[in-house]
């Protein structure tokens, strides 16, 4: 379930930082609408650390893993965006009206939820990658040991379809200097059969 905040117009970006730098919850602003994003389960959580474990200790270079706190400006839709989680390659790229938000994702992750999986294998994903740093977008199952990575091809048009990684398989991101096991982000927060070992 989203939480507007209700205004008696279309919401501007300034009335959105007014909104956030105020709040000590997270807010996205999508089409002039100020929405919650609501807190995850404890295996979106602890997925989402598992993730930040294993992608930050294998970034490579100049590039930096960035918690779910990192705010994102998507200047073709006009958006305020968050992820849950980011690789971005050299210093972020600030736009005027925003120095806390970012415009250059090299690797955007979400963990999808029943709450969230339509906004994040839909406007969210084509939200992130309309921006040209983008090379991978990542999606993260909660409730099965999957994971989706939609990629940029050396062309720079993005594949159509996502490649698709179960619990025996391995995956390689631009920015990480090593392969990513799926068992490894699941193990200890899903069984083989996708039940949660949480509960």
């Not at 379930?1 to 300034?14: D, E, G, H, I, N």
């Not at 996502?162 to 995956?171: E, M, Q, V």
Request: net charge negative; with cysteine.
């Amino acid at each position: 379930m989203k939480v507007t905040l209700q205004l008696p117009r279309r919401a501007s970006y300034a009335d959105y930082l007014a909104v956030e730098d105020l709040s000590a919850h997270r807010h996205e602003l999508i089409e002039g609408v100020i929405v919650a994003m609501a807190g995850g389960s404890d295996e979106h959580n602890a997925i989402a650390g598992k993730i930040a474990m294993l992608f930050g200790m294998r970034t490579s270079g100049a590039c930096r893993y960035y918690t779910p706190d990192q705010r994102f400006w998507i200047a073709s839709s006009f958006r305020g965006r968050y992820s849950d989680g980011s690789i971005i390659c050299g210093k972020p790229e600030h736009p005027p009206h925003d120095p806390q938000a970012t415009t250059n994702p090299a690797v955007v992750v979400e963990v999808l939820s029943p709450s969230s999986e339509g906004d994040d294998d839909g406007d969210k994903r084509r939200d992130f990658q309309a921006c040209p740093s983008l090379q991978a977008y990542v999606l993260t199952c909660q409730d099965e040991r999957r994971v989706m990575v939609y990629r940029r091809s050396e062309t720079g048009d993005w594949l159509a379809e996502a490649d698709i990684y179960r619990d025996d398989d391995s995956f390689r991101l631009p920015m990480l200097d090593a392969d990513i096991a799926v068992a490894a982000i699941y193990d200890g927060i899903l069984d083989a059969h996708g039940a949660s070992l949480l509960r």
